[in-house]
């Protein structure tokens, strides 16, 4: 398993701007692929936001194009999620999710344990 630990969630106004992070604390020999993932109450199931391939590919729920950008530092081993004009449906709990390859395992998928987005007046 991966060790990922998400930061930067938070209370945001509508409209306002979170910036969330993921720190890999294993080292990652090679990405599959990364991405952020959200909960939206207890018992619901995740839904994939956004995305990025080893090879810099990003895909986008619908209800977040034009508005969240993800990103990778490969040398920080981190995964970012910038969350512009936010809204109250953004809300959610918010899982980092990786499927790498490390030094022990050539297929391995991860999760964080979450990070919580609150968006509210």
């Known amino acids: 398993q991966v060790q990922l630990v998400e930061s930067g969630g938070g209370l945001a106004q509508p409209g306002g701007s979170l910036r969330l992070s993921c720190a890999a604390l294993?080292?990652?020999?090679?990405?599959?692929?990364?991405g952020w993932w959200r909960a939206q109450g207890p018992g619901m199931q995740r839904e994939m936001i956004a995305t990025i391939s080893g090879s810099g590919i990003r895909k986008y729920a619908d209800s977040v194009k034009g508005r969240f950008t993800i990103s990778r530092d490969s040398a920080k081993n981190e995964l970012y999620l910038q969350m512009d004009n936010l809204k109250p449906e953004d809300m959610g709990v918010y899982y980092c999710n990786a499927e790498v390859m490390t030094d022990w395992e050539l297929s391995v998928n991860s999760w964080g344990q979450g990070t919580r987005v609150t968006v509210s007046p």
């Open positions: 294993t080292r990652i020999v090679k990405v599959y692929e990364m």
